[in-house]
């Protein structure tokens, strides 16, 4: 069985990320479209070592005949278009916040909640969660089927693709012109990124929070557990790929540091790297291209009752994105490779 797949926002830093999946996972396509604005119509892009893609509009094209479409165009886009390429009996799944929390949509990473996706046939449309977010269910996961987590204060370290590719530029631009004394310009982000650490992603809410702090916060508890209680303070930090987050998690009963290792060590999609020397944790430049997400700095904190401390860093791109969705679409067509199933 093979199946036509779409790839919407194919000219982005996830869009092209999910073409690579794709092709380094061998999913089995019988065709694959990239569609992006009309700005890029025409335009080239990679799928696997060998093919090029000729960018086509979204807004034209007809969804009729595709079986999957993988979008990551941005919210409002996927907000018109998602619907549409669903009506049209393709299944979609979206990497952008706009369905997250549609009841009607599941939200979901394969390794966590896969029984989930079955729940995708009343609107045809998957959601995929915040890279911030799969990175921590991930580490969370087996760790809460030993002992109920009760509350989670995270703090993110978040790399500027996570914004998209002219946040990269941005961070590039800044970088460079900082050291041929070029007065720094501000566009997408709101402060200075280059040498410089920003605690505002997303838009503020009433209660002071970010979007982005709610949305771990939700997130995590849609997928997860309703009941746990998630703090989060989300930071963009001058490095271009890979998310890093410091965890702290309160569990309702005794859950020791060997308790974990030996929990995470059951769970696939997670490696623990933890050796207590001067190179034995994770940085994102380290994990940056790679598929697992990384627990390193695992300790008790004793200032909390069953409390424990860790450091989580994942590819935002990757499994913070484009293989997660890539890994729904394997397991909404059976077809996981060994690897992923093992
Ligand atoms: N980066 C991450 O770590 C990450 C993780 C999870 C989710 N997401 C979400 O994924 C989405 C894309 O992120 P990104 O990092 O790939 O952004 P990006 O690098 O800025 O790419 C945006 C993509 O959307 C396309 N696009 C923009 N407006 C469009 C329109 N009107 N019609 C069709 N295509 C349009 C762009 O095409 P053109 O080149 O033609 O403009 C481009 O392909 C966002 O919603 C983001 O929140 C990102």
Redesign the pocket.
């Given at each position: 069985m093979t199946y036509r797949v779409a790839v919407?926002?194919?000219?982005?830093?996830?869009?092209r990320e999910m073409l690579q999946c794709l092709a380094q996972r061998a999913f089995p396509v019988s065709e694959v479209v990239a569609?992006?604005?009309?700005?890029?119509v025409g335009r080239e892009v990679s799928f696997g070592e060998d093919d090029e893609l000729s960018?086509r509009d979204?807004?034209k094209f007809d969804f009729k005949g595709f079986d999957i479409a993988l979008f990551?165009?941005?919210?409002k886009?996927?907000a018109v278009?998602a619907p549409r390429a669903a009506a049209a009996g393709c299944v979609v799944i979206d990497?952008?916040?706009h369905f997250r929390m549609d009841p009607d949509v599941p939200l979901v990473v394969p390794e966590v909640n896969g029984h989930a996706i079955a729940r995708h046939t009343k609107r045809n449309i998957i959601a995929?969660p915040?890279?911030s977010t799969i990175q921590l269910v991930m580490a969370l996961k087996p760790l809460h089927d030993e002992a109920r987590i009760v509350r989670v204060v995270v703090a993110t370290y978040q790399s500027v693709?996570?914004?998209?590719?002219?946040a990269m530029d941005e961070l590039f631009g800044q970088t460079r012109g900082i050291y041929v004394n070029e007065p720094v310009v501000n566009q997408l982000f709101t402060k200075q990124i280059a040498f410089n650490v920003i605690p505002h992603i997303d838009v503020f809410m009433d209660d002071g929070a970010t979007k982005e702090e709610w949305k771990m916060a939700v997130e995590t508890r849609k997928i997860l557990d309703p009941d746990i209680k998630v703090a989060a303070t989300c930071v963009r930090v001058p490095v271009f790929i890979g998310?890093s987050e410091a965890v702290n998690v309160e569990f309702d009963e005794p859950f020791s540091e060997q308790d974990a290792r030996e929990a995470w060590a059951g769970m696939p999609g997670v490696a623990v790297v933890d050796h207590r020397a001067d190179d034995g944790y994770v940085t994102p430049v380290e994990c940056a291209g790679e598929d697992d997400v990384y627990v390193s700095r695992v300790r008790e904190d004793p200032t909390v009752a069953n409390g424990l401390s860790f450091w989580v860093v994942a590819d935002?791109?990757r499994k913070?994105?484009a293989l997660n969705a890539v890994q729904i679409a394997e397991a909404l067509t059976d077809t996981r490779p060994a690897i992923a199933a093992a």
């Open positions: 919407v926002g194919a000219t982005g830093n996830v869009g569609l992006a604005s009309d700005r890029s960018v979204l807004a990551s165009p941005g919210a886009v996927s278009h990497n952008t916040s995929n915040n890279c693709s996570g914004a998209g590719k002219e998310h935002n791109l913070g994105a």
